[in-house]
């Protein structure tokens, strides 16, 4: 029997203006592909390909669809997921595996889709995912740290510019309805004027010092 405590995620996410060269070990990210056929209120159903050994720039004129008819015998890993609303760094998460072919016939015919590299890091005690955008999505890159449980006492990487944990533009269903090219620049406006903020609540926010 599955144990439904598996089908949430505890993850902290944070927005940063570059990808450190340092976390750069040479191998191929992760491509992912991925389309949101249900995005309102921060529920989704999204279908993800996920292709290893690939490498694909990331910039605004990376297509997705393009690049998944390019690419599309790579693709070896397909998810369909049910998401629920992000609170405090928790997220109903229901993910299954389905076949490939089945995942990218159904992002070709719908669906609003974006697509990213993923590298991964670890990063003192925790294993870090760090998402390159692209297409209407580019230049954005977001950093995440997922435990089994609360993210509590994190150190926070000093390229983590500030957090978006419950920010629903930066959740990926937000980000495939509205991208943040259309809205960057009111963004960046905001983190000037505001200043970086960290969520309390999950015991003492360590910022990593170089």
């Given at each position: 029997m599955?144990d439904d405590l598996?089908?949430?995620?505890?993850?902290?996410r944070?927005f940063?203006h570059?990808f450190?060269?340092d976390?750069n070990d040479g191998?191929?990210p992760?491509?992912?592909?991925?389309s949101?056929y249900v995005?309102?209120d921060?529920f989704?159903l999204r279908?993800r390909?996920?292709?290893?050994?690939?490498?694909v720039?990331?910039?605004?004129?990376?297509?997705a669809?393009?690049?998944?008819?390019?690419y599309?015998?790579?693709?070896?890993?397909?998810f369909?997921?049910?998401?629920?609303p992000?609170?405090g760094?928790?997220r109903?998460?229901a993910?299954r595996?389905?076949?490939?072919?089945?995942?990218?016939e159904l992002?070709?015919r719908?669906?609003?889709?974006i697509v990213?590299?993923?590298?991964g890091?670890?990063l003192g005690?925790?294993?870090?995912?760090i998402?390159?955008f692209?297409?209407?999505?580019a230049?954005?890159i977001?950093?995440e740290?997922?435990?089994r449980?609360?993210?509590?006492n994190?150190?926070i990487p000093d390229?983590?510019i500030?957090?978006?944990?419950d920010?629903?533009?930066?959740?990926?269903?937000?980000?495939a309805e509205h991208?943040y090219?259309?809205?960057n620049?009111?963004?960046?406006?905001?983190?000037?004027?505001?200043g970086p903020?960290f969520?309390?609540?999950?015991?003492?926010n360590?910022r990593?010092q170089q």
């Open positions: 599955r598996s089908d949430f995620e505890y993850e902290r944070f940063c570059t450190p060269d976390l191998d191929a992760i491509l992912i592909i991925q949101y995005h309102q921060n989704a279908v390909l996920q292709a290893h050994n690939v490498r720039p990331m910039n605004a004129e990376t297509n669809l393009a690049t998944l008819g390019r599309r015998d790579a693709f070896t890993d397909a369909v997921t049910v998401k629920g992000s609170i760094g928790t109903y998460e993910e595996d389905i076949d490939p072919d089945v995942a990218v992002v070709l719908g669906g609003s889709v990213k590299n993923r590298y890091a670890w005690e925790d294993g870090w995912d998402d390159v692209g297409g209407g999505n230049p954005l977001v950093a740290a997922e435990r449980g609360p993210v509590t994190l150190v390229f983590c500030t957090e978006i944990t920010d629903s533009r930066f959740s990926n269903d937000g980000l991208p090219a259309e809205w620049d009111r963004f960046e406006y905001e983190l000037l004027t505001k903020h969520l309390e609540g999950f015991g003492t360590r990593e």
